[in-house]
């Protein structure tokens, strides 16, 4: 069964840290490109960072350059979304995704076809 399960969601105050896990089933994750979206309340789903399956291109959506990294270990087909100085912004449901790699990467939705079901990020005091 093709599935990708996301944990480590949770409550975090303002400035604190966060890492995300994607943990791939049916599928090889060097294989495809993968990426992290999230949808904050009353939003749409939006991406924020993409790898490519060869883990040479990452790209960043603004919102988070700087402060978030995607990561992939292929031992476990699992990619990590690591979030550093968090802000109440940054509250929402996180989703990863992976798609056909197309040698590089892309944070539109169009590009995934297998999605997780989502974990819960909420910064607050």
């Known amino acids: 069964q093709l599935q990708l399960v996301e944990s480590g969601g949770g409550l975090v105050q303002p400035g604190g840290s966060l890492r995300l896990s994607c943990v791939a089933s049916g599928i090889t994750l060097d294989d495809n490109a993968i990426a992290w979206f999230r949808r904050a309340p009353g939003t749409e789903r939006k991406g924020i960072a993409c790898?490519?399956?060869?883990?040479?291109?990452?790209y960043y959506a603004g919102t988070v350059r700087g402060r978030f990294t995607i990561s992939r270990e292929d031992a476990t087909d699992t990619v990590y979304l690591q979030m550093n100085r968090l802000t109440p912004e940054d509250t929402a449901e996180y989703f990863c995704?992976?798609?056909?790699?197309?040698?590089?990467?892309?944070?539109?939705?169009?590009?995934?076809?297998?999605w997780g079901q989502g974990t819960l990020v909420t910064v607050a005091a």
């Open positions: 790898l490519s399956s060869n883990v040479g291109t990452t």
């Open positions: 995704a992976t798609g056909e790699s197309r040698g590089g990467c892309s944070i539109s939705i169009y590009e995934y076809a297998l």
